[in-house]
């Protein structure tokens, strides 16, 4: 008689993970040069020449930095988490809090995202308006 061995399903990381755990935000955006895929840098990676700076209020400068700061923040610590819930996970720990603190990580994040956008809407608004 044979032994046969049984197949398990290997730790789920990458796409299948996030799918899983709906943590998927904008990866492919954040590592371009990584896999060599050619996708676009995220909107608060492109450096902004420091001409565009000078027209600008000095307190809409000041928040879109800062906002922009708290973004890519929000975006490694998000980064570490899912590290975490994935180390967690293949070591067969429970991940409830880790996946609740995720969550709560990724809402956060979103709402920065709405303040910068609508900064920068601003910021268009305004450069806008200093050209006509």
């Known amino acids: 008689m044979t032994r046969q061995t049984v197949r398990t399903q290997p730790a789920l990381r990458g796409a299948d993970f996030r799918r899983q755990n709906k943590?998927?935000?904008?990866?492919?955006?954040?590592?371009?040069?990584?896999?060599?895929?050619?996708?676009?840098?995220?909107?608060?990676?492109?450096?902004?020449?420091?001409?565009?700076?000078?027209?600008?209020?000095?307190?809409?400068?000041?928040?879109?930095?800062r906002t922009e700061r708290a973004v890519n923040q929000a975006e490694a610590m998000i980064e570490r988490q899912r590290d975490a819930v994935y180390e967690l996970r293949r070591n067969g720990v429970p991940t409830t809090e880790a996946e609740q603190s995720l969550r709560a990580l990724q809402k956060t994040l979103f709402e920065h995202r709405k303040v910068l956008a609508t900064l920068q809407h601003r910021r268009r608004r305004e450069l806008a308006t200093s050209v006509s």
């Open 23 to 65: 943590v998927w935000v904008g990866w492919r955006r954040r590592h371009a040069g990584a896999d060599g895929d050619g996708a676009e840098p995220a909107a608060a990676e492109v450096e902004t020449p420091a001409s565009d700076a000078s027209p600008l209020a000095p307190q809409l400068a000041a928040d879109l930095e």
